[in-house]
C-alpha cells in the first residue's frame, strides 16, 4: 500500500525554522519525483520545491529560494524540507507528493499521483 506521511509542522515565531518529514511505503522515493506544495486558506495548492533523484532535476520557488531546502534519506525512505527564516506568509498545510520523474522541475500539481495527508505550518509571534 502507497503511502506518504507528513509530520513535524507547528507553530513557529517569524525568523524561525522548522523540519517536515514525509515519510514513504509501498514504494521507494528515488524512483520518483517528490516534492512538497502548500496550500494557504483561500488559495489554490502551489508547488514549493521539488527533486527528481534520477536526473538531478530541481526547482525552487523563488519565495522560498535560500530559505527551504530539500533532502532525502534513502536509507529511511524518508524526504525532508528544512525550512528557515519563516515568514507569516509561509503559513499553509503543507503537503508531500510523489509522482513521474518528468514531475521535476515541471512541478504541477496534476502531475504528482501520490500525496500525504498535510501537516501545518504557521509562522506568527
Known amino acids: 500500500q502507497v503511502q506518504l506521511v507528513e509530520s513535524g509542522g507547528g507553530l513557529v515565531q517569524p525568523g524561525g525554522s522548522l523540519r517536515l518529514s514525509c515519510a514513504a511505503s509501498?514504494?521507494?522515493?528515488?524512483?520518483?519525483?517528490i516534492g512538497w506544495f502548500r496550500q494557504a486558506p483561500g488559495k489554490e495548492r502551489e508547488g514549493v520545491i521539488c527533486?527528481?533523484?534520477?536526473?538531478?532535476?530541481?526547482y525552487y520557488a523563488d519565495s522560498v529560494k535560500g530559505r527551504f531546502t530539500i533532502s532525502i534519506d534513502s536509507a529511511k525512505n524518508t524526504l525532508y524540507l528544512q525550512m528557515s527564516s519563516l515568514k507569516p506568509e509561509d503559513t499553509a498545510v503543507y503537503y508531500c507528493?510523489?509522482?513521474?520523474?518528468?514531475?521535476?522541475?515541471?512541478?504541477?500539481?496534476?502531475?504528482?499521483?501520490?500525496w500525504g495527508q498535510g501537516t501545518q505550518v504557521t509562522v506568527s509571534s
Open positions: 507528493a510523489a509522482g513521474p520523474t518528468q514531475a521535476c522541475p515541471a512541478i504541477h500539481v496534476h502531475l504528482y499521483e501520490y
Open positions: 509501498g514504494f521507494t522515493l528515488v524512483d520518483y519525483a
Open positions: 527533486i527528481s533523484d534520477s536526473d538531478g532535476s530541481t
